[in-house]
């Protein structure tokens, strides 16, 4: 029986007893309640409106514009594109990982000629100092993964890919969350623009009426003061309200991978806060982790650098390599490959760091340390999105409720303002009553305008809290394009 032969039985005997060291993956387990607090006041149950089901959330919004633009955004954001080149990456190293589980084989070939001077060689001929050599070979290498220090190394890289997916689909979430809420905003800003400006209209009739009743000798000058003073006031708040709507603007237009100047003209336009529909299903929190991004992203972290305690821990058994070489080598290029070239080396290496335990201990207690410490993100990232959700919830449920109010406050400060008038008209009150009833009308409806806004925003924030109504799976390459 031939030495090679010898060699490559005690390789398989040995890789068929081999064993993959340090401790699996299993999933934290972490306790919830059975609902979240404001689940039975504010968010329906039917398993139809389930958040989970809801496909593309901002298509419930009815709004054509808006839908193009979240459509605009995952195609051509550059955060998104950054998100999926660092996607691409993980996973080549990841498929780059996977190869040291199986034989490397390589290939090279050589060509030399030589030339001993005449002291080297005392006494032969300069023809017979020249020597050629040609020569060429497969090589191989392959590490014996007896105790599974690459199995784990493969293990790692793949969570850290998955990782990354995770993140790029929570960047999804956060560019269409932050885009939609941009787009409100906008509309809410351009609502309380339009009441100022209106008021603004209605103040210039009432200091053009006290004029013309100071000149017919019914009025006085601190009547036509107090109403050029209200005007001014009220003219003030545009320049501020006209810059927050250039702003969102500029805002929505990046995030969907245009120059910020791109969308004003398509923007410009006032439009109405959408309706917005019956509230959504939140679910049980268990379900949110599950459906979190962010919390899967936490957890192949986790088990990322659970992973890395087997790799560390394997360097503590030796390393057992197998080596091969066969190839051909000759003088003359003409003899390369001939029978009596041959060449060949079979080889089995051990690799043993038992002379240098501490440092692999050292490297073993490190690589426990960071999987107590992504063990700790992960629950950092549970409570973190329980504590989002809850907060989302609540806030969403007292916009509504304050929304209503202001919806009753500005209709009933808009009578009070015309009564106002009729009165001041019919020589029952002053003009002081009047700038007063104005003013009121001006704040109800501004503060209105703002309420209808946030109550849609925070509806957003209940999507990007319980990630319900986003796409399951990450984008892919050919959904992110460069921006024309």
Same mark, same amino acid.
Request: proline residues 3%; contains cysteine; aromatic residues 4%.
């Given at each position: 029986?031939?030495?090679?032969?010898?060699?490559?039985?005690?390789?398989?005997?040995?890789?068929?007893?081999?064993?993959?060291? #340090?401790?699996?993956?299993?999933?934290?387990?972490?306790?919830?309640?059975?609902?979240?607090?404001?689940?039975?006041?504010?968010?329906?149950?039917?398993?139809?409106?389930?958040?989970?089901?809801?496909? &593309?959330? $901002?298509?419930?919004?009815?709004?054509?514009?808006?839908?193009?633009?979240?459509?605009?955004?995952?195609?051509?954001?550059?955060?998104?594109?950054?998100?999926?080149?660092? !996607?691409?990456?993980?996973?080549?190293?990841?498929?780059?990982?996977?190869?040291?589980?199986?034989? @490397?084989?390589?290939?090279?070939?050589?060509?030399?000629?030589?030339?001993?001077?005449?002291?080297?060689?005392?006494?032969?001929? %300069?023809?017979? *100092?020249? @020597?050629?050599?040609?020569?060429?070979?497969?090589?191989?290498? $392959?590490? !014996?993964? /007896?105790?599974?220090?690459?199995?784990?190394?493969?293990?790692?890289? %793949?969570?850290?890919?998955?990782?990354?997916?995770?993140?790029?689909?929570?960047?999804? =979430?956060?560019?269409?969350?932050?885009?939609?809420?941009?787009?409100?905003?906008?509309?809410?800003?351009?609502?309380?623009?339009?009441?100022?400006?209106?008021?603004?209209?209605?103040?210039?009739?009432?200091?053009?009426?006290?004029?013309?009743?100071?000149?017919?000798?019914?009025? @006085?000058?601190?009547?036509?003061?107090?109403?050029?003073?209200?005007?001014?006031?009220?003219?003030?708040?545009?320049?501020?309200?006209?810059?927050?709507?250039?702003?969102?603007?500029?805002?929505?237009?990046?995030?969907?991978? *245009?120059?910020?100047?791109? /969308? =004003?003209?398509?923007?410009?336009?006032?439009?109405?806060?959408?309706?917005?529909?019956?509230?959504?299903?939140?679910?049980?929190?268990?379900?949110?982790?599950?459906?979190?991004?962010?919390?899967?992203?936490?957890?192949?972290?986790?088990?990322?650098?659970?992973?890395?305690?087997?790799?560390?821990?394997?360097?503590?058994?030796?390393?057992?390599?197998?080596?091969?070489?066969?190839?051909?080598?000759?003088?003359?290029?003409?003899?390369?490959?001939?029978?009596?070239? +041959?060449? %060949?080396?079979?080889?089995?290496?051990?690799? $043993?760091?038992?002379?240098?335990? #501490?440092?692999? %201990?050292?490297?073993?207690?490190?690589?426990?340390? #960071?999987?107590?410490?992504?063990?700790?993100?992960?629950?950092?990232?549970? !409570?973190?999105?329980?504590? +989002?959700?809850?907060?989302?919830?609540?806030?969403?449920?007292?916009?509504?409720?304050?929304?209503?109010?202001?919806?009753?406050?500005?209709?009933?400060?808009?009578?009070?303002?015309?009564?106002?008038?009729?009165?001041?008209?019919?020589?029952?009150?002053?003009?002081?009553?009047?700038?007063?009833?104005?003013?009121?009308?001006?704040?109800?409806?501004?503060? /209105?305008?703002?309420?209808?806004?946030?109550?849609?925003?925070?509806?957003?924030? =209940?999507?990007?809290?319980? &990630?319900?109504? $986003?796409?399951?799976?990450?984008?892919?390459?050919?959904?992110?394009?460069?921006?024309?």
């Amino acid at each position: 029986m031939s030495a090679s032969f010898r060699l490559s039985s005690l390789a398989l005997a040995l890789l068929l007893a081999g064993c993959t060291v #340090g401790p699996d993956h299993v999933r934290p387990q972490f306790t919830t309640s059975d609902q979240f607090l404001r689940s039975e006041t504010t968010i329906t149950t039917s398993p139809s409106a389930s958040a989970a089901s809801e496909a &593309a959330f $901002w298509q419930r919004f009815d709004d054509p514009l808006l839908t193009g633009l979240v459509e605009d955004a995952l195609r051509a954001n550059h955060d998104l594109r950054i998100g999926l080149a660092r !996607l691409d990456q993980a996973r080549a190293l990841s498929r780059q990982s996977r190869f040291d589980l199986f034989p @490397t084989v390589t290939a090279e070939a050589g060509a030399s000629e030589s030339r001993a001077s005449a002291d080297q060689a005392p006494g032969v001929s %300069r023809a017979d *100092r020249d @020597t050629e050599s040609r020569d060429a070979a497969a090589l191989l290498s $392959w590490e !014996l993964d /007896l105790f599974g220090r690459v199995r784990r190394g493969v293990q790692a890289q %793949r969570a850290d890919s998955d990782a990354v997916a995770a993140d790029l689909a929570a960047l999804q =979430v956060s560019v269409v969350a932050e885009l939609s809420q941009a787009y409100f905003d906008l509309r809410g800003r351009q609502a309380q623009l339009a009441v100022a400006r209106g008021n603004a209209d209605n103040q210039r009739g009432s200091l053009d009426l006290v004029a013309v009743r100071l000149e017919a000798g019914r009025g @006085t000058e601190l009547d036509t003061a107090r109403a050029g003073a209200q005007l001014e006031s009220t003219l003030s708040r545009i320049p501020a309200l006209e810059a927050e709507v250039a702003a969102h603007m500029h805002r929505i237009a990046v995030l969907t991978g *245009r120059t910020p100047d791109a /969308l =004003v003209a398509q923007l410009e336009a006032p439009q109405a806060l959408p309706v917005l529909l019956d509230p959504i299903a939140a679910g049980a929190p268990a379900d949110l982790l599950r459906r979190r991004p962010d919390i899967a992203a936490a957890e192949h972290r986790l088990e990322a650098a659970t992973a890395r305690i087997g790799v560390a821990t394997a360097d503590l058994f030796p390393r057992f390599t197998l080596g091969g070489l066969i190839g051909s080598q000759a003088s003359g290029g003409g003899d390369l490959f001939g029978r009596d070239s +041959e060449t %060949r080396l079979v080889a089995l290496g051990v690799d $043993w760091s038992f002379l240098d335990v #501490g440092r692999v %201990r050292a490297r073993l207690a490190a690589a426990e340390a #960071g999987a107590d410490e992504h063990l700790a993100r992960y629950q950092q990232t549970v !409570l973190r999105a329980l504590e +989002e959700t809850e907060t989302a919830l609540v806030r969403y449920q007292n916009a509504r409720t304050e929304r209503v109010h202001l919806e009753a406050a500005a209709n009933a400060s808009a009578r009070g303002a015309e009564l106002a008038r009729l009165r001041f008209e019919g020589g029952l009150i002053d003009f002081l009553q009047v700038l007063d009833a104005e003013r009121t009308r001006l704040e109800a409806e501004d503060q /209105l305008a703002q309420s209808q806004a946030r109550t849609a925003t925070a509806l957003v924030a =209940v999507y990007r809290a319980l &990630a319900g109504g $986003w796409p399951e799976q990450a984008p892919e390459r050919e959904h992110i394009a460069a921006a024309d």
